[in-house]
């Protein structure tokens, strides 16, 4: 099924609807081929509801230009110095660049309006070298971003800030990127580069929780290429200020954007935060913890009754819901690979956290893994809570002709006689 099919999509758009993406476009990228492709899955983007925010660089097109005009740029990625005569020949660049999105997203129907949202300030004298014109970004116009959201217009930031004196600076794009997504409270922040995502030791990472990107960052920053290195260090520190997720993906990839927004594989890197809320996989040492934490359901005959050697056998069928490093939450998913099915169990939520959605949250994150582990369906069996797994989960209620002959035995032997809910996946 191709991604452009909206029944292949549907099922993510209440999740991101009326969410902010802030994308960001490398210069190399709007200069390629599939630029065009690109404008219009944003233009579909917008179409579903979800509020788009482009920014963009231009190195390549300022070390272009600068060549064209005989003379070497003191910098173009706006992390170094930045004299009088490259900054003018990145003003003129980022135009260009800027012109060539406006009339993309012209032909796909879209409205945008450039904008002079990010105030700065320069970046100063650092180790006694004056950075001259690079500038720092100092805050967000966010109401401004706002109102043209507001109003249906695609806002288009360039690599450029501006201070209260009408001066300008050139600025870096994946600053400005990330200071947008936090200033917008965004759901994702895209980066969208020449390369196929964050390049490790020569490797692509697939997938990665903030605190292990950190980790890596920390203890073995060398192994990461320059380009992988910058848009690591501001997906980091984006997933750190609550920006769910960071993606890095390839511009070059027809439907890429789609890819990598409407499926559970995408088709680059996923980084995704975990400093605040993270669902984790369970070790043998949380065991206690999950029996102290769930006590009282299980004596309230909400869960079943485990038993600690059960669960320690199983122990990476078990997965736990922490907020600042403290559980809160828990659920197990078990696989049972001879009826492509797996079982959602042991679901449960501190009542002091309850009506926040992680409950949702517990369920979307099973049913995420087991599409990934290629099962078919999931079941799971419920006394007290099966009205919530049906109106807020979509399980529709089954009959034993529903489990898988291991769990028949199980579930008749337990004389809870509980509802089996199941839901069909794929």
Not at 86 to 98: C, F, G
Not at 382 to 401: H, I, P, R
Request: hydrophobic share 40%; proline share 3%; with cysteine.
């Amino acid at each position: 099924m191709k991604l452009t099919d909206l029944r292949g999509i549907l099922q993510y758009i209440p999740r991101f609807r009326d969410k902010v993406f802030v994308i960001s476009l490398d210069g190399a990228v709007v200069e390629g081929e599939n630029i065009g492709n690109l404008l219009l899955d944003i233009a579909l983007l917008r179409s579903l509801n979800i509020q788009p925010v482009i920014l963009h660089g231009a190195a390549l097109q300022i070390a272009r230009s600068a060549s064209e005009k005989g003379f070497q740029p003191s910098d173009t990625c706006g992390h170094g110095i930045t004299d009088a005569d490259t900054l003018q020949v990145a003003i003129q660049a980022s135009h260009r660049v800027t012109h060539t999105l406006l009339q993309g997203l012209s032909g796909a129907d879209l409205k945008a309006a450039v904008t002079n949202a990010i105030v700065a300030h320069p970046k100063g004298i650092l180790k006694g070298v004056d950075h001259l014109f690079t500038g720092k970004v100092e805050r967000v116009d966010h109401g401004l971003l706002e109102t043209l959201i507001k109003e249906g217009i695609v806002p288009i930031i360039q690599p450029l800030g501006y201070d209260g004196e009408g001066r300008t600076f050139r600025v870096n794009s994946d600053a400005v990127a990330l200071a947008v997504a936090k200033a917008l409270k965004a759901a994702k922040l895209i980066f969208i580069t020449a390369q196929d995502g964050l390049m490790f030791d020569g490797e692509l990472i697939r997938e990665m929780a903030v605190n292990d990107l950190d980790e890596r960052l920390r203890q073995q920053r060398d192994l990461f290429d320059e380009e992988s290195l910058s848009k690591a260090l501001h997906a980091a520190e984006a997933c750190r200020w609550h920006v769910p997720r960071a993606h890095i993906i390839n511009g070059s990839i027809d439907e890429g954007l789609l890819a990598e927004v409407f499926s559970n594989e995408g088709i680059g890197t996923l980084i995704y935060a975990n400093e605040y809320q993270q669902i984790r996989p369970a070790k043998k040492k949380d065991v206690a913890t999950l029996f102290a934490m769930t006590r009282a359901s299980v004596a309230k005959e909400e869960l079943l009754r485990r038993t600690r050697a059960s669960i320690e056998k199983h122990i990476s069928d078990y997965y736990i819901f922490e907020t600042d490093h403290h559980p809160i939450g828990c659920v197990a998913l078990h696989r049972y690979e001879d009826h492509k099915s797996g079982e959602l169990a042991f679901l449960y939520v501190n009542p002091s956290h309850e009506n926040e959605g992680i409950g949702k949250k517990l369920i979307q994150f099973v049913e995420e893994k087991a599409t990934k582990l290629q099962l078919e369906q999931l079941f799971l069996l419920s006394t007290q809570a099966y009205a919530y797994f049906q109106s807020q989960g979509g399980y529709l209620e089954g009959t034993v002709e529903h489990l898988p002959e291991s769990r028949r035995a199980l579930y008749e032997q337990s004389g809870r006689k509980s509802k089996i809910l199941y839901k069909p996946l794929g």
